[in-house]
């Protein structure tokens, strides 16, 4: 078995193990946001007297749906090429680009803009996500509880980032 470094998944292995992971993260965070959408209303998430407050809650809503759409469809897609009989580890890497740049894009960078990550806070082990407006508490904890799964899922397909899309411009391809 080759030794394992950064940057260097050419191992069938390693990347079906890593499609197998961000699969079952991806179905853990639809089946949470999932749940919340079913359990929640806009009344239980904003002031009914303060119209900012609604405003926040309906794009934070928006958000929620959005990336519960994208996280399940890419969701789909990772099962669909891990079932069929022989393992394509060129889709899987596309697929693991895809969650890296649409889904955990999608999360740390909202279109409501809700919440944002901050940088300094990242690697001290306390919250890194700091909401626009005080969020009501069931906003809160989902947010919480998403980057949760998020934030190792992000650090594990880095190689996503930058140097899968270098590797493939290398080779003249587009990504």
């Not at 050419?10 to 749940?35: C, P």
């Not at 239980?44 to 929620?64: C, I, K, N, W, Y």
């Not at 001290?124 to 809160?140: E, H, L, N, Y």
Request: glycine share 4%; with cysteine; hydrophobic share 35%.
């Amino acid at each position: 078995m080759a030794q394992w470094r950064k940057g260097d998944w050419k191992m069938n292995a390693d990347v079906r193990a890593t499609s197998e992971h961000t699969g079952a993260q991806l179905r853990r965070v639809a089946q949470t946001i999932e749940t919340f959408l079913n359990a929640t209303t806009l009344n239980d998430v904003h002031t009914p007297e303060d119209d900012a407050s609604q405003h926040f809650a309906r794009g934070f809503l928006s958000d929620m749906r959005h990336l519960l759409v994208m996280t399940e469809r890419i969701e789909e897609k990772i099962g669909a090429l891990l079932r069929r009989p022989t393992f394509s580890k060129e889709h899987a890497e596309r697929l693991l680009y895809d969650v890296y740049h649409h889904v955990i894009g999608c999360f740390f960078y909202p279109r409501h803009e809700s919440y944002s990550e901050e940088g300094r806070y990242a690697y001290t082990g306390q919250d890194a996500i700091r909401f626009r407006k005080k969020p009501s508490r069931p906003i809160r904890d989902l947010t919480l509880a998403l980057s949760v799964i998020f934030e190792p899922l992000r650090e594990r397909l880095s190689y996503y980032e930058h140097e899968y899309v270098h590797e493939k411009r290398m080779q003249g391809e587009r990504v």
